[in-house]
């Protein structure tokens, strides 16, 4: 079963960082931290020790 995860943190995108947000569906945190990595890595062309990664936090969904 798979859970959202909202990965907080920076990214050096040319030559300043930007905040970036990302919600992420994974079954843990590491591979919600994994995921995140990879997409900003594959749209913007970042490494990962270019990504400094501030909180990973399991997003909560209300039930109505």
Known sequence: MSKNFVVKGRAKIGLKWERFEKIV???RKERAVDKALSTLGGSHRV???Q???DSVVEQLVSKQ
């Open 51 to 53: 990504i400094k990664i």
């Open 47 to 49: 490494k990962r020790h």
């Open 25 to 27: 569906a994974a079954d």
